[in-house]
């Protein structure tokens, strides 16, 4: 039984040129790229990810940086 399954790496036993055998290559087809563009999107979603941690890095490190010229300027504008 497939339905359920989820599982994109099942492929038909085909043998034969009629319609049937059309069917079944068609299938096969489908299902091999279905998974590669599952396994593709998995790859990208990772991608951006790592993409957005890194830029939420970077505004911490900036809003840091940001805060801290802040404080010197605020120091300065005390002393005068």
């Known amino acids: 039984r497939i339905e359920n399954s ?3 790496s099942i492929q ?10 059309d069917l079944g290559n ?9 998974n590669d563009f599952f396994h ?3 790859i990208v979603e990772q991608e951006l990810e790592n993409i957005n941690a890194n830029l939420e890095n ?3 490190e ?3 940086q940001l805060q801290e010229a802040l404080q ?9």
């Open 40 to 42: 593709r999107n998995a």
């Open 26 to 34: 068609a299938f096969n087809r489908m299902t091999f790229q279905l």
């Open 58 to 60: 970077q505004i911490l």
């Open 6 to 8: 989820h599982d994109l």
């Open 12 to 21: 038909f036993l085909v043998s034969g040129r009629d319609e049937v055998a």
């Open 72 to 80: 010197k300027l605020k120091s300065i504008q005390q002393a005068q």
């Open 62 to 64: 900036r809003n840091t």
